[in-house]
């Protein structure tokens, strides 16, 4: 299986929020069967939609219920895509995970240029659907960890050269590099070994970079750089590291 990327604030993934709605949309019954009958387990309430076109002007007119979580079957890309981008338009806070035969480069970008957090292929999802809901719920992703290192890099301009990001104004040398490193998806400890500083130090570079650009995760952060890579920081007053 694939290593997935977690980006969330704590190393457990439970579904602690049961109850919740989740909107399964498909345009194949046996599919809205099985994966309403996998969420049902977890107590999670879910609402089936079956929907027919991927017209875009018939989308608008699918009455989309609102939900915390989306998953969309991505049988095609196109409409798949043409969906996670309606659901994120009309639904802005929502999070949305696809589903499809595979995933690589040229379906997978075009879904999570659209909006999509979380992309499982129907074999993971049977295992996996459960604790990538968890995750999302949770304000993570739940992305291939290579698949998303890549798409990263393919709207950075210089990341594919793995050269440091310039940076926005206001940033050291050493928060520069950091910043590379977390939107490669590096962990705490990845960064402390890649950069020779403690993990400790690594942490508090990746809290400073946080609330220099006004989030509070990692995946806040790099959606920031999926819209675009004019990342900017707001002005606030510097923490500091104390022994």
């Not at 979580?69 to 696809?98: C, G």
Request: charged share 20%; aromatic share 8%.
């Amino acid at each position: 299986m694939a290593e997935q990327t977690l980006l969330s604030p704590g190393p457990t993934l439970k579904l602690q929020k049961k109850g919740m709605t989740v909107c399964l949309l498909s345009p194949h019954p046996l599919v809205l069967s099985e994966f309403t009958t996998l969420l049902a387990k977890f107590s999670l309430q879910v609402k089936p939609t079956h929907f027919d076109s991927p017209v875009a002007s018939q989308l608008r007119e699918l009455n989309l219920p609102q939900c915390p979580l989306y998953i969309v079957d991505a049988y095609t890309t196109t409409p798949a895509a043409m969906m996670i981008s309606e659901i994120v338009d009309k639904y802005s806070e929502a999070r949305v995970i696809a589903l499809g035969e595979r995933f690589d480069e040229s379906n997978a970008f075009p879904l999570l240029r659209a909006g999509a957090k979380g992309l499982l292929t129907y074999v993971e999802a049977r295992a996996d659907l459960p604790r990538a809901v968890a995750a999302l719920f949770d304000g993570s992703f739940w992305v291939p960890r290579v698949l998303l290192a890549r798409f990263v890099d393919s709207i950075l301009p210089n990341a594919r050269n793995r050269q440091m990001i310039s940076g926005p104004a206001g940033l050291s040398r050493r928060e520069r590099e950091v910043l590379q490193a977390v939107l490669e998806n590096f962990s705490n400890k990845e960064i402390a070994g890649q950069l020779n500083i403690s993990e400790r130090t690594a942490k508090f570079h990746v809290s400073n970079l946080l609330a220099k650009f006004g989030v509070q995760r990692r995946a806040d952060l790099i959606l920031m750089y999926f819209k675009g890579p004019s990342l900017s920081p707001i002005d606030q007053p510097q923490s500091s590291l104390t022994a």
